[in-house]
């Protein structure tokens, strides 16, 4: 049988002495050490850091200075903002005007660039692909005189407001024909200084324009016979300079068949305000609706002339047979305190302060609608 030796009893001490078996594990460890730098592992895979989303570019905003004819009048600078997600390199549905009260440049740029959530109508134009067209709009005239009823005068060719209209009518024509615009077939809104420029381009062209928003204006001219087919919209407020005015240019348009609305919000000054801004978009969606309408009725029409004439250049005069809805409006809205009742109920509202109303969505954001 075979014999096994075993470690001699004083070998074996000698190794397990204290000071001995911590030097034979430092040795033991060492080689492990050495074993794992034989074979590294490869480290983890570097992450890298995690890029922050892009900030939001801003929306496309192009610009044309347009130099008045006659000496010591500013130059109009016009602004095109495209709707979002869109360029000037896009075809977009069409042109929406919204005239300020600034003069200066910067001033508009700045006001232009903003985004469109700080601003319903730039909501507005984007969701139904509109360029936003702006210009700089300069002092022509006193608000002491609240009603040009002589429009004879204020057309006078060696007027500064006729003159800087032949400006305004240049300017927009180059902006068509350099960035591709539609012609005609316009909405445009206007506040303060801005309306007051607003409705004077609308009267002197309003082959243009489709429906036009003014507000809080305190200067009217003269209602033309030519606009009766544009549907207008007046807002003001009750405690404006420009009220009374705003009552006398609604009867003057209604006497001349215009599809009018005029709204005075009590206890308001010369002050924006959410509730003008929302019936102004409702009713430039119903301004919308009517367009579409009458482009069809045209192409249809002019159907063997399509290939010749781009759609963007074709007339764009509403018809009267559109406007039903004003010559018998389903419900009628006091203009003042806001209530609206169905037309069999108009007997409930004074009659020196009823306005007829189209549709529901304008009736619903008239004020307090009781159908």
Request: aromatic share 10%; proline share 9%.
């Amino acid at each position: 049988m075979p014999t096994w030796r075993t470690t001699h009893p004083s070998n074996f001490q000698e190794i397990m002495r204290p000071t001995r078996f911590f030097k034979v594990v430092a040795v033991i460890c060492g080689l492990s050490v050495q074993v794992q730098a034989a074979n590294p592992v490869p480290p983890p895979p570097v992450v890298p850091p995690a890029v922050p989303p892009a900030a939001p570019s801003g929306p496309t905003v192009v610009t044309l200075d347009e130099r008045n004819t006659i000496p010591g009048l500013p130059v109009m600078t016009f602004f095109v903002r495209y709707p979002k997600g869109m360029t000037s390199k896009d075809k977009v549905n069409g042109v929406f005007a919204n005239v300020t009260h600034l003069t200066q440049k910067a001033t508009l740029e700045k006001w232009i660039k903003r985004p469109s959530s700080s601003d319903l109508n730039f909501q507005f134009a984007d969701k139904y692909k509109l360029a936003v067209v702006t210009w700089t709009t300069a002092t022509m005239y006193s608000i002491s005189d609240s009603f040009v009823v002589d429009a004879d005068e204020e057309r006078n060719p060696d007027n500064s407001m006729e003159q800087c209209f032949r400006t305004w009518k240049i300017g927009m024509d180059r902006l068509c024909r350099t960035y591709g615009l539609p012609e005609n077939g316009y909405l445009i809104y206007g506040y303060s200084r801005g309306a007051q420029w607003a409705h004077r381009i609308a009267l002197r062209s309003p082959e243009k324009f489709v429906a036009v928003h003014i507000h809080i204006n305190s200067s009217y001219a003269e209602p033309s016979p030519e606009a009766a087919h544009c549907l207008w919209l007046l807002t003001t407020g009750e405690l404006e300079h420009g009220n009374k005015a705003a009552r006398l240019f609604f009867q003057k348009g209604l006497a001349l068949n215009y599809p009018i609305l005029l709204r005075i919000y009590p206890g308001k000054a010369h002050e924006n305000f959410p509730e003008e801004e929302i019936l102004g978009v409702k009713f430039f969606e119903y301004a919308l609706k009517l367009k579409s309408q009458q482009l069809e009725a045209d192409l249809a029409k002019m159907s063997s002339i399509r290939s010749a004439v781009p759609e963007s250049a074709l007339p764009m005069i509403l018809d009267e047979s559109l406007f039903g809805d004003f010559r018998h409006p389903p419900y009628v809205g006091d203009m003042l305190n806001g209530d609206v009742y169905p037309k069999a109920k108009e007997e409930l509202l004074p009659e020196s302060q009823r306005v007829g109303i189209p549709t529901t969505e304008i009736a619903k954001s008239w004020g307090y609608f009781h159908p």
